[in-house]
C-alpha cells in the first residue's frame, strides 16, 4: 500500500507574517497526527523560516526548483546541497510553470533530477500535458517523452526513490480539474510505462495529481487506485483549505 502524499506549492507567494499563520494553522490541524504525509514547499527565502516552524513536526519541506549545476558561479541559483542545509526532504522539478515560462527542457529537468537524488533529496518530477496536446490526442506521448528523460539519463531505478506528479497544465490554476477517471488514465498510464521496466519501481513510486484540487474534490481522486496523493498550488495558501485536503483520504 502507498501512503497518500499531500504536497504543498506556495509558488511565488507568502511573506513572514503571513507563513506563520499559515504553518501555524497547517500544524494545529495535524496535531492529532495524520495517515497523509504532508509536506510544503515555500520559495528559497522562507526555507529558514519554515524549517524552524516544523521542525519536530510529522511535516515535511521542500524547495520549488534547484540548479542542475554544482555549487559555483552561476548568479541566482540555488544548490541541491543548499536546500538539504535547510533540512529539504523534497524538490518540485519540471514544474509546468518552469517549463514554459524559464524554458526548462526534459533534459534539463532530469539533470536537476539527478542533482536532487546525488545529495539525498526526494524530486518530485512533474509531467503533464498542454490543452492543444490532450485535444490532439497527444497526452499520453508527452507524459512519456517527459518520463522517458528522465530514465533514460538516469534508469528506472532512479523513479523508486522519487515522487511523480501528472498535472495537466491546462488545471493549473484555472479551476477546470481533471475527473477522478482523466487523471486515474495517465497515472495507470505512468504506473504501466515503469512497470515495463520494472515492476517493483511502479508499485512503489508515488504518482500525485496536480490541477485545481481543493478540499470539494480531493477525497474522490485521491480515492482512484493509481492516485496517490495531491501537489497542491493554489488551495495550499489556506490553512483550512489545505487541512481538508490532507484529511480527505480518509
Ligand atoms: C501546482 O502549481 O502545482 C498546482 C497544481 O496548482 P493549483 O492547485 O493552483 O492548480
Known amino acids: 500500500m502507498r501512503q497518500i502524499l499531500v504536497v504543498g506549492n506556495w509558488k511565488m507567494n507568502g511573506s513572514i507574517e503571513s507563513n506563520q499563520s ?125 518520463l522517458d528523460a528522465v530514465i533514460n539519463q538516469l534508469g528506472v531505478a532512479s523513479l523508486a526513490k522519487s515522487v511523480v506528479a501528472y498535472e495537466p497544465v491546462w488545471a493549473i490554476g484555472t479551476g477546470k480539474t481533471a475527473t477522478p477517471q482523466q487523471a486515474q488514465d495517465v497515472h495507470a498510464f505512468i504506473r504501466g510505462q515503469i512497470a515495463e521496466k520494472d515492476a517493483g519501481v511502479a508499485e512503489k513510486v508515488q504518482i500525485l495529481y496536480g490541477g485545481s484540487v481543493k478540499g470539494n474534490n480531493a477525497a474522490e481522486l485521491f480515492a482512484m487506485s493509481d492516485i496517490d496523493g495531491g501537489l497542491i498550488g493554489g488551495a495550499s495558501l489556506n490553512a483550512n483549505d489545505f487541512l481538508t485536503i490532507c484529511q480527505a483520504s480518509g
Request: with cysteine; proline share 3%; aromatic share 6%.
Open 22 to 146: 499559515l504553518l501555524e494553522g497547517i500544524k494545529q490541524g495535524l496535531a492529532n497526527g495524520s495517515q497523509t504525509a504532508v509536506g510544503v514547499c515555500p520559495p528559497y527565502v522562507y526555507l529558514q523560516q519554515v524549517s524552524e516552524l516544523l521542525k519536530g513536526t510529522n511535516i515535511a519541506w521542500g524547495g520549488e526548483n534547484l540548479s542542475e549545476q554544482n555549487p559555483g558561479a552561476f548568479t541566482g541559483e540555488v544548490a541541491a546541497n543548499m536546500l538539504v542545509d535547510f533540512g529539504c526532504k523534497y524538490v518540485i522539478v519540471g514544474h509546468s510553470e518552469r517549463r514554459s515560462l524559464y524554458g526548462e527542457s526534459d533534459e534539463l529537468v532530469a539533470s536537476k533530477f539527478a542533482k536532487a537524488q546525488e545529495a539525498g533529496l526526494i524530486p518530485i518530477l512533474c509531467v503533464g500535458e498542454l490543452l492543444e496536446e490532450r485535444e490532439a490526442g497527444n497526452t499520453e506521448a508527452v507524459v512519456k517523452r517527459q
